[in-house]
């Protein structure tokens, strides 16, 4: 499983991202991680997209996602 983050959006407070798995592309908001300052936090937020990649996959796995 591949992702691409796209920029953060504060009016949202998410970022764009696409998914990649063989052939499957999924594209989604994801909420963005922010710091206690109210700032984006650019390595959480990655690290928040990789657990929701993992979530992405067994979908697609189970056909949820095509």
Same mark, same amino acid.
């Given at each position: 499983?591949?992702?691409?983050? *796209? /920029? &953060? @959006?504060?009016?949202?407070?998410?970022?764009? #991202?696409?998914?990649?798995?063989?052939? !499957?592309?999924?594209?989604? =908001?994801?909420?963005?991680?922010?710091?206690?300052? *109210? /700032? &984006? @936090?650019?390595?959480?937020?990655?690290?928040? #997209?990789?657990?929701?990649?993992?979530? !992405?996959?067994?979908?697609? =796995?189970?056909?949820?996602?095509?």
């Amino acid at each position: 499983m591949k992702f691409t983050i *796209g /920029s &953060y @959006d504060k009016s949202t407070r998410s970022v764009s #991202v696409t998914f990649t798995h063989q052939s !499957v592309r999924h594209a989604r =908001a994801v909420n963005a991680v922010l710091k206690a300052d *109210g /700032s &984006y @936090d650019a390595a959480a937020t990655k690290s928040r #997209v990789a657990e929701v990649a993992s979530g !992405v996959l067994a979908k697609i =796995a189970a056909g949820a996602i095509a």
